[in-house]
């Protein structure tokens, strides 16, 4: 089966089917995958005004009204317990199970939280001509936990996670402009060589993710990552959090395009 | 005085002693200026889940914590109930009050919103030769409710406010690509031509604002307005909600030149 070709629609069909339960990365070619946050009421307004204060590691791309499981404006007709291939139950910041269904364990107060993914940004790199080291190595992307403190919200607070794409020096300018291009996705590098300085100690460590290759010459460009608000929620430890796991994403109507505006 | 050479820091404190109680615009020249919305605790989320449905309309500059006078992310020093000139006070939708300091109707409870203003993007079109008609006329800018619809969050609803600004053709595309990369003022204009098609019955009627000259061959260009998100706080007749009476804003000490990033 060719996934790229299907429509979003038809793919989410199938992993609320079961019938797709891996990872979702190369589905429906040009539209948005997103990462999710689920939270009861109680904590929503923090992590919403979280996301408005550190738009570039959060940039939220929907908002599900107070114990609904629908999302109209980015996926019609989506159903956030049973449309991503599998999800993480965290309770106060643990890790207790991995469900590819959460109609069970529904909450009417959960409020579910749509987050830009970097696959976005990445097809705009790729067709920029500059270079994905991780997508031609066949790694997950490297990421690092920073010393860039993130602007608190109530009860959310924490240090900025970079992803880390190793660039030659003549296609630099050309990332920058290709990811300013998509803020809805992260947006521009926060931060382009020197890892040092914003704490990074040793590029093949990184803290999630896997190392990759950097060629003599290139340069490290990093940008601002959606487990910034991920890791954020693990360390206020909530009563009960669902997310996405890794790689296994909700794919949303909207074409990558349409984030430009 | 030429307020147009002072800091914000400077002109907010004349404006905090009352030696400032007229409209802000021109001063600070560079500077970004802010609408102000004061809401109690209980509508914050609903506003600020309106405003991340609806950002063209809504671009938010700041949200304080509950209870602060402060801004700091925006305006360092700066305290909200004494820096705008003046203010409106609003109960159950109905204007009671324009006061000049409101520390003695403070309420432990008020989250205040700092909104984007269109004095940022004007002077990106200024600075593109793109005319501004009603600063040549020496008027408000004029303002429609048009029949597009706000995507509806909590108690808040209503239909988008647009400001106008007649351009001639060839100079259209930079307004477009000038206002786009201030996306946090409003962004790129949501529609050219054709006013009937959003609602506008007669562009010499403005709904707010003043009517202004539309040469032979010019075309109206409309903009998503920060009108919007007041009046969608007036119709929802909060018990009580603070504006800043128009034109009578913050001067913040974020450079508008940063508001592309």
């Excluded at 990462?35 to 570039?56: G, M, S, T, V, W």
């Amino acid at each position: 089966m060719n996934y790229a070709s299907l429509s979003p629609r038809e793919v989410r069909a199938l992993i609320r089917a079961e019938k797709i339960t891996g990872q979702t990365a190369g589905m429906c070619r040009g539209y948005a995958q997103a990462n999710l946050c689920i939270l009861p009421k109680e904590y929503a307004y923090d992590f919403l005004l979280f996301a408005q204060r550190n738009p570039k590691p959060c940039p939220i791309l929907e908002v599900s009204d107070v114990g609904s499981r629908a999302l109209p404006l980015t996926a019609k007709g989506a159903d956030i317990a049973t449309d991503f291939p599998k999800y993480r139950v965290w309770k106060n910041g643990e890790l207790v199970d991995e469900p590819t269904d959460i109609s069970d364990i529904w909450q009417q107060d959960f409020v579910s939280f749509l987050i830009g993914c970097s696959f976005s940004f990445e097809g705009e790199l790729l067709d920029a001509d500059v270079p994905v080291r991780h997508i031609e190595e066949g790694k997950n992307v490297p990421m690092y936990l920073t010393n860039i403190p993130c602007v608190p919200a109530g009860i959310f607070h924490g240090n900025t996670v970079v992803s880390m794409r190793p660039i030659p020096p003549s296609k630099i300018a050309r990332a920058v402009t290709a990811t300013a291009a998509v803020p809805r996705v992260h947006g521009a590098p926060i931060h382009i060589g020197d890892p040092a300085s914003i704490g990074i100690r040793d590029l093949s460590k990184p803290d999630f993710g896997e190392a990759v290759t950097i060629h003599p010459g290139e340069v490290p460009v990093f940008w601002c990552c959606g487990v910034t608000p991920q890791a954020a929620v693990m360390a206020a430890k909530p009563s009960i959090a669902i997310t996405h796991a890794p790689g296994h994403m909700l794919i949303t109507d909207i074409k990558n395009s349409l984030l430009k505006e």
